[in-house]
Antibody, heavy 120, light 110 residues
Framework: EVQLVQSGAQVKKPGDSLKISCKPS????????IEWVRQMPGKGLEWMGI????????RYSPSFQGQVTISVDRSDSTVYLQWSSLKASDTAMYYC?????????????WGQGTTVTVSS | QSALTQPASVSGSPGQSITISCTGT?????????VSWYQQHPGKAPKVIIY???KRPSGVSNRFSGSKSGNTASLTISGLQAEDEADYFC??????????FGSGTRVTVL
């Protein structure tokens, strides 16, 4: 079974750093793009960026460029989303999802989501 | 890269058909046949219900259908059922392996 398992909920203070993870299984890790999607409380989905684990090729939405870093650890088959200095406005649910090139690059498998709360 | 425009809400009675629009530009919706639609129930992760404008993944009801004309994509739900009450989001390629979501539509079954 193909699945993406994300790390657990986080509660942080403004200015803290944070790295959350997404661990795919059930398929060849290096063969499909993985992306991150933000959903702020009560709001819609926002596309943040995407990474190809095979060669670490990474693209960002202009809205998130410079605000977050997407990375991969091929030795551990894990994709990461990190912040160097969190703001209260980073409070949201973050999903990782797999892009399936055989489905017109649709996101066919989603992680369970990681809740990030930033509060002083 | 602005969010694609969707109506905030659409409602219908059981058995009726409803259509949700998703309007972008020639740089996203109009430029690529890579529009997908996602259904999200409260507290759940989104689920793909349409890809490549009008294709359904295995297991998705044929009551869901998609289309596109110019810079506007559409999702039609026919034979509306109570279980269809959810949020719906379109998503389009914006070139260079980047993507953009729609603003989202809340579907209410009356």
């Amino acid at each position: 079974e193909v699945q993406l398992v994300q790390s657990g909920a986080q509660v942080k203070k403004p200015g803290d750093s944070l790295k959350i993870s997404c661990k795919p299984s059930g398929y060849s890790f290096t063969s499909s793009w993985i992306e991150w999607v933000r959903q702020m409380p009560g709001k819609g989905l926002e596309w943040m960026g995407i990474i190809f684990p095979g060669d670490s090729d990474t693209r960002y939405s202009p809205s998130f460029q410079g605000q977050v870093t997407i990375s991969v650890d091929r030795s551990d088959s894990t994709v990461y989303l990190q912040w160097s200095s969190l703001k209260a406005s980073d409070t949201a649910m973050y999903y990782c999802a797999r892009r399936n090139s055989k489905m017109g690059s649709a996101m066919d498998v989603w992680g369970q989501g990681t809740t990030v709360t930033v509060s002083s | 890269q602005s969010a694609l425009t969707q109506p905030a809400s659409v409602s219908g009675s059981p058995g009726q058909s409803i259509t949700i629009s998703c309007t972008g530009t020639s740089s996203d919706v109009g430029g690529y046949n890579l529009v997908s639609w996602y259904q999200q129930h409260p507290g759940k992760a989104p689920k793909v219900i349409i890809y490549e404008v009008n294709k359904r993944p295995s297991g998705v009801s044929n009551r869901f259908s998609g289309s596109k004309s110019g810079n506007t994509a559409s999702l039609t739900i026919s034979g509306l059922q109570a279980e269809d009450e959810a949020d719906y989001f379109c998503c389009s390629s914006a070139g260079g392996n980047t993507y953009v979501f729609g603003s989202g539509t809340r579907v209410t079954v009356l």
